[in-house]
């Protein structure tokens, strides 16, 4: 009995053995699977980075920083309209459509606002100020929850991530997204022409998707292509926003349509872009071998035409003795486009966006813009505004229709084309007795839609009128040589001198000597500006002066102290800054 007891045992302890040797194994192999199954998502993972772009990444060391260091972010800007944010380790979840801020011991977020991120916004992603279609902010979660979430694609670009405002329209597309974003990519360096953009504001390509792709060696991303890569993109460096400093106009969302009250570009830095642009489409920037001056149409097919386009074309023709050409965006390419213009010397063409290709005519070239009945050229002048900037080097002409029977409207049409059918009876009368569409803000407003797709016979003696009173003999413009804004330094080394005669009578002499940049400078009309305050007064005297030194006696006072300040200005209007502020005393 004890023998089979024995041998019961024993074999009792074998299987256990077995069990275990199995156990292990089947612990091994499963573990085995795993960091199989693990490494076969890391290379997939890492394989759906590469398609996303062709830099090499690590993964695992992406996700170990992500997991550990978390989200990075420094940002610009005091406040949401002029802010612009860099990120490490930004993230995009594709299934929520939101952008997601990862916590650890290591995140840097600054500014560090709090719940004043909402109000309204972190920053806007177009350059249109302040726009409730336009912000951007985040969500924020842990980054220990990476856990529980599907595993990250990076992207290992750097990244620019924006927003379009209009993909469909060339003023928006030039106005509001490509100069933003040539000049924020100038900002830093390392948004080069290797750098990719990242379209979120969720439209389709748009008519003009190859000016984009201008913009980078990379292909742009829209944001509905993002869920193609994973369910969770990771953004290893990325900046969010865009320069707004290259704007020059306002839409009317707040108050009417009208240039920027502070307008900070000047026609030599829409120069510089226009250079890079024809550079880009392969445009020769060099004058015509025949050097034809000619003058350009640009024509309008579908809406807002000119009826008498050819017997216009012939006239201008005639007057100015020219060849005259017409352009459309139907029948020419972009680039065929820019290069017909870039050597024009006149461009007409009725309001819209076409007229934004103005930025490529050359220096001295005329502008002229046609308005149909009803709508008053004072109240629309994005393209006005653009010939007036510093620097850019046109002349302007406005022209406006004033005669209801050179018109043709389209009621019938849908109200996005100026149809007014929906309206009531009533407002449909008004509208078209109408004399002139009163401002308004943007952006469907039914009387200015139902006058500017109006059709229009020009009155040609009264624009040939209007352009005669801007030039006023023959076309001979392209000899323009840009002009150099400089502004004088802050005059040098200034003194004053006191005498007192008496008791009464005081003399204030004050002397300076001329800018630093003065003396390598070439400069028509230099002439100085010197305020005197009397210590503890609100009101100051000012005095224009020719000279480097001047004696005052007329209301200067003996035993009084004075404040005065100096400084230069060129041309009438070129000021310089002023010289700290001289202390004197009688």
Not at 298 to 322: D, P, V
Not at 445 to 463: A, C, G, H, M
Request: net charge neutral; with cysteine; hydrophobic share 40%.
């Amino acid at each position: 009995m004890r023998g089979s007891s024995c041998r019961m045992n024993i074999a009792a302890v074998l299987n256990g053995l077995l069990v275990s040797v199995l156990a292990a194994v089947l612990w091994k192999y499963a573990k085995l699977q795993e960091h199989t199954y693990s490494v076969e998502e890391e290379l997939l993972l890492t394989q759906q980075s590469q398609e996303l772009s062709q830099v090499r990444i690590d993964y695992h060391a992406a996700l170990q920083s992500l997991q550990e260091e978390g989200t990075r972010m420094v940002c610009t800007g005091k406040m949401h309209t002029d802010r612009i944010c860099r990120f490490d380790y930004l993230c995009y979840s594709t299934e929520a459509e939101e952008f997601v801020f990862f916590h650890s011991n290591s995140s840097v977020m600054l500014p560090n606002l709090g719940s004043r991120r909402f109000q309204p916004a972190l920053l806007d992603l177009s350059s249109v100020e302040d726009h409730n279609t336009q912000y951007f902010n985040f969500l924020e979660l842990p980054a220990a929850a990476l856990k529980f979430m599907p595993k990250p694609v990076f992207v290992p670009d750097v990244t620019l991530i924006l927003n379009r405002f209009n993909p469909d329209n060339l003023m928006h597309i030039f106005h509001d997204d490509l100069l933003p974003i040539y000049y924020t990519m100038l900002l830093y360096p390392d948004l080069d022409q290797d750098a990719r953009l990242v379209f979120m504001e969720g439209w389709n390509e748009g008519l003009h998707f190859d000016l984009y792709r201008l913009m980078s060696n990379k292909q742009p991303l829209l944001k509905e292509q993002l869920k193609n890569f994973g369910k969770l993109l990771c953004f290893t460096k990325s900046y969010v926003g865009l320069s707004k400093m290259t704007t020059w106009y306002q839409y009317g969302f707040v108050q009417p349509q009208g240039a920027k009250a502070n307008i900070l570009v000047s026609g030599m830095e829409i120069r510089q872009f226009t250079r890079f642009l024809m550079e880009k489409l392969n445009v020769s920037m060099e004058e015509s071998s025949s050097g034809e001056e000619y003058i350009v149409v640009f024509s309008r097919t579908i809406n807002r035409l000119i009826l008498n386009e050819a017997e216009l074309i012939l006239a201008l023709a005639q007057e100015f003795q020219m060849k005259t050409v017409t352009v459309s965006l139907d029948d020419h390419s972009f680039a065929d486009i820019v290069q017909i213009i870039s050597r024009a010397s006149m461009l007409v063409s009725m309001h819209g966006a076409q007229l934004v290709t103005s930025v490529f005519l050359p220096r001295g070239a005329l502008v002229v813009e046609l308005f149909p009945y009803a709508v008053n050229p004072d109240h629309y002048t994005p393209y006005k505004t653009l010939a007036s900037l510093p620097g850019i080097d046109l002349q302007y002409v406005a022209w406006q229709n004033t005669n209801e029977e050179n018109s043709m409207a389209f009621p019938d049409r849908p109200w996005d084309q100026g149809g007014i059918a929906h309206l009531e009876k009533a407002e449909q009368e008004r509208i078209m007795k109408s004399k002139e569409v009163p401002q308004h803000l943007c952006c469907r407003n039914p009387e200015w839609l139902f006058r500017i797709y109006q059709d229009t016979k020009v009155d040609i003696p009264s624009l040939i009128e209007a352009i005669r009173q801007t030039v006023k003999t023959k076309l001979n413009l392209k000899k323009v040589k840009p002009a150099i804004v400089i502004h004088p330094g802050k005059v040098r080394d200034p003194k004053c001198q006191a005498s007192v005669q008496g008791t009464s009578e005081a003399r204030l002499t004050v002397s300076w000597q001329i800018p630093w940049n003065l003396k390598y400078l070439k400069v028509r009309e230099v002439k100085y500006e010197v305020w005197i305050q009397e210590q503890g007064e609100n009101t100051y005297m000012p005095y224009i002066l020719p000279h480097q030194n001047y004696t005052f006696s007329e209301n200067i006072k003996p035993f009084t102290t004075y404040l005065v300040w100096i400084r230069c200005f060129f041309n009438k209007t070129l000021l310089g800054p002023f010289a700290d502020v001289l202390v004197c005393r009688t």
